[in-house]
């Protein structure tokens, strides 16, 4: 089972789960220093949770998704998001122009991608963000229990990096560093451990 098969055929299950656990610290934080009103695109939706987030805290949001079963989730739990969420499959460009938004933010999401696809999801990601604007995202560390493939047991792709070769990614996109908080897992699992940035596009 790949990833996405995996979200399309447990978001019944996984939405309500993600629901509940209070990301808001980590959105609080991003939100101190993304203006107001701002137009963000949220890379991987997922239930909702966060795009909702940042409606309510009146920012203008489009958000992409990669499983077709989550956006309906998304939506039946968030209803001020219909319409606000597009299919799209990563590491394909995504389908907006040059500089389209004022931020993007990805909480959770690009680790699931190969790691030759990695850079040019980060540098796509760039792409649409204008000079000055701001990309937050969260991603691995740490990832114990995955096989020689990088997956877990039930199928998921997952790449681990050290801290300093993610920074090393955005960098290399033409981000700079704001900051980064490295964190142990947020509901206590063992054998992960979290990097979250925010940067600043620079080029």
């Not at 309500?16 to 220093?33: G, H, K, L, Q």
């Not at 500089?99 to 540098?123: G, K, P, Q, R, Y």
Request: glycine fraction near 8%; aromatic fraction near 10%.
């Amino acid at each position: 089972m790949s990833t996405l098969e995996f979200y399309d055929s447990h978001a019944h299950e996984i939405a309500p789960r993600y629901e509940e656990i209070d990301f808001s610290a980590v959105t609080d934080r991003v939100r101190n220093d993304i203006p107001p009103g701002s137009h963000i695109l949220e890379v991987g939706s997922g239930c909702g949770r966060d795009s909702a987030a940042f409606v309510s805290a009146g920012y203008r949001v489009t958000a992409v998704d990669g499983s077709r079963t989550m956006i309906r989730e998304a939506e039946k739990r968030h209803p001020e998001l219909r319409g606000l969420i597009t299919h799209h499959v990563l590491p394909a460009p995504l389908p907006f122009a040059k500089e389209s938004f004022d931020a993007a933010v990805s909480f959770a999401v690009i680790m699931h991608l190969a790691w030759n696809d990695v850079a040019v999801c980060i540098t796509d990601i760039a792409r649409v963000i204008r000079a000055g604007g701001f990309f937050a995202y969260s991603v691995n560390t740490r990832r114990e229990g995955l096989d020689e493939g990088g997956r877990d047991s039930v199928g998921r792709m997952f790449t681990a990096l050290p801290a300093a070769e993610w920074e090393r990614l955005h960098l290399a996109a033409g981000f700079e560093t704001v900051w980064r908080s490295e964190t142990d897992d947020i509901v206590n699992r063992d054998g992960i451990r979290w990097v979250t940035f925010l940067a600043r596009k620079t080029s």
